[in-house]
């Protein structure tokens, strides 16, 4: 095990960092070197010296093909140890320096490996740039640093009918092991220390997991009974098998609770306990993974037409809690890109939508009550000051409840909660994450999207947003009908306003042109357009003569 060195934020990182980028150093490199932080990891070398002695046998100035050999073998060795945790930037090394070996023994079909190797090496680094949604390749290797050229050199290589030739195919194979060696090696090689065992502070990740996965299973558990109309814990028993009914009794006792409802509210108390026990701030991935585990919160959305009430109820305590924890933005940022990936299931993508949706509402509602709120202050300076962090109470105060009413928002429809008191916050979305959705846009996140075009900052002007939202209908028009969009995946990919502007003057055009051709017709009688009759004489049919 080692641990990366902690560095502070000082004048001297500063410095350090604007010769970096003099030296033209990719920038994913000045901000590994800048923003490093003490952590602990588990590596497939052994200690330190161990990565060393790869490292000098990589990138020595001395290198022989018997030391990358030599190299090569340690990294092998790496990829039994850790398998599939083994670092991306090994792999892809291993895979270069094996093709490379087999260039010095004159391999016959050496064209093909490199092909191979450099295609496994881009498809091991764009691994690590992958979210909750999928990205281009061109966007992925401008965020690693990477030139334009190895995307298209990586297509030629995986889909081309020619390989390109060979000495391409070395200099790329030599730009690519330069790349690695400032992106990945050379910050470690300066950063690693061995584990000192007893300094050692462990967060045991797994056992956090399993805590917070089983109390997301049992809200959504006991959220489905009580949507179904279990009052009571013997009402359960009718409706869910022995080992679900089980799993809710035992809770039950343990926390001494009888009512379903009182079961909700406890659920997420102990929610709220666990993320003030852990660093939520180091596990926040594993946290929000774990909440969108859940099955029924995904399609509960099907009481939106009879019964909303009932689950807007179900779920404020719920929401509040997120909020005053500080999640709000981030779980709701998780719900775009659920609705925005084509290989998530189709109704884990309709429930993000729905709570998509609805957050956007609360959005705009808060933005609505602080904009009330500023003009009463600049109006009234004896108007008493308060906190909106008091809507995550289900006891607000006169002035919050006014607000609310005067927000025009149905409250039996509307989740309510308010700012988090560890960062307040001001409801606004940048244009650029506005205009960044526009290019996966799809039924699913179309109604979120209309509902942030009024929460830009700066903020678009009515006729802007009727414009784009006309752009969103067109743009799922297409979907629906299962046509395309645009001429190829990449550019549906990387589709923006302005694509879509072009699009819909396209239709405009097509509109016009249609009109043009409608003016030719005169009932039964069709003029032909092909024929120039300014040519012909007067009273002369243009097939009686040549005209």
Known sequence: ?????????????????????????????????????????????????????????????????????????????????????????VLGTSVLVEAQLQDTQGNANIQTIYASAFTRFYNFMSSIMQGYNMITMYKTAHQLGLESFVVDLRHLCAHGQDLP????????????????????????????????AKKLQRKDKMKFETQVTELFAMYDLTLECHLRGAKKLKDVSKMKSSAEFNKLRVYCSQNKLKIIREVLA??????????????IKALLDIYIASMFKMKYFFVAHVWKNEGEELLIEATQ??????????????????????????????????GASYWGYKLTETFSMLSRMKRMYKEELDLNSKFKATDFSTL??????????????????????????????????????????????????????????EGLL??????????????????????????????????????????????????????????????????????????????????????????????
Not at 179 to 192: D, E, I, M, V
């Open 1 to 89: 095990m080692a641990v990366v060195k902690k560095v502070k934020t000082n004048h001297t990182l500063k410095t350090k960092n604007a010769k970096l980028e003099k030296q033209k150093v990719p920038k994913a490199l000045v901000e590994a070197t800048v923003d490093t932080k003490k952590r602990t990891i588990v590596t497939p070398w052994r200690d330190t010296t161990e990565f060393n002695t790869v490292y000098n046998c990589l990138f020595s100035k001395t290198t022989t093909p018997s030391s990358l050999r030599k190299a090569l073998s340690h990294m092998r060795v790496w990829n039994l140890r850790r398998g599939r945790f083994c670092p991306a930037a």
């Open 392 to 449: 995550n109470s289900s006891v607000q105060s006169k002035t919050m409840r006014t607000l609310i009413i005067h927000s025009g928002v149905d409250q039996s429809r509307t989740i309510i909660f308010g700012d988090s008191t560890k960062k307040p916050k001001t409801w606004v979305f940048e244009r650029d994450f506005i205009k960044s959705r526009l290019g996966l846009l799809n039924k699913y996140s179309k109604p979120i999207v």
């Open 165 to 196: 030739p060979i000495d391409v195919l070395r200099n790329t194979a030599a730009y690519c092991l330069e790349w690695l060696q400032s992106y990945y090696w050379a910050p470690h090689h300066g950063t690693l220390q061995d584990l000192d």
């Open 454 to 547: 009024h929460l830009a900052e700066p903020p678009f002007g009515e006729d802007k947003i009727d414009e784009l939202k006309l752009l969103c209908q067109i743009r799922t028009k297409h979907e629906d009908e299962d046509q395309s969009l645009l001429s190829d995946q990449a550019a549906r990919e990387n589709c923006e306003v302005d694509d879509l502007e072009k699009l819909i003057s396209s239709i405009q055009k097509n509109k016009d042109a249609d009109s043009d051709a409608e003016d030719t017709n005169f009932g039964i009688w069709t003029i032909d357009n092909s024929v120039d009759w300014s040519t012909c004489a007067l009273g002369v049919l243009p097939w009686a003569q040549n005209c």
């Open 317 to 350: 305590g719920f929401f509040r809690m997120l909020a005053k924890q500080g999640l709000i933005e981030k779980v709701f940022v998780a719900f775009v890109q659920l609705t925005e990936n084509t290989n998530a299931e189709e109704s884990k993508r309709q």
């Open 266 to 279: 406890a659920v997420v108390n102990d929610l709220t306990a666990i993320v003030k026990r852990e660093s």
